[in-house]
């Protein structure tokens, strides 16, 4: 859990360790929509890491940038992808680069995870 604090994330410390609960604790698979980059999902994945059960992790972001005054980004989908790197969860999660609601997106969704349950 101490990880979960250095992540970069427009969410307070309180949000983040209640993903990181519900996530270890929770029944199903993760789906995320607009993680921008990362810190919900660094948090969902280290909680899903250590609940011991097979959690599946899909976390969708349309990407583009963001002039944020705490924490820009010129290509939120690639800092995206180091942030789980750098926190080495990169591997334990499904990145789905497009708009959530598009039909691809949406099928791709679908593939992964159904017929199984998303409990978060």
Excluded: Q, W
């Amino acid at each position: 859990m101490e990880k979960i604090g250095r992540a970069a994330s427009m969410l307070h410390l309180d949000v983040l360790l209640l993903i990181y609960h519900f996530a270890k604790f929770g029944t199903g698979n993760i789906l995320e929509i607009g993680p921008y980059i990362g810190g919900s999902t660094i948090a969902a994945a280290i909680g899903a890491r250590e609940s011991g059960s097979a959690k599946k992790i899909i976390s969708i972001e349309i990407g583009g940038r963001l002039k944020h005054f705490r924490i820009p980004s010129r290509n939120i989908f690639k800092d995206l992808k180091k942030n789980l790197a750098r926190f080495g969860v990169l591997e334990d999660v499904t990145l789905i680069n497009g708009p959530s609601f598009d039909t691809a997106t949406t099928s791709a969704v679908t593939a992964i995870c159904c017929p199984t349950i998303v409990g978060l």
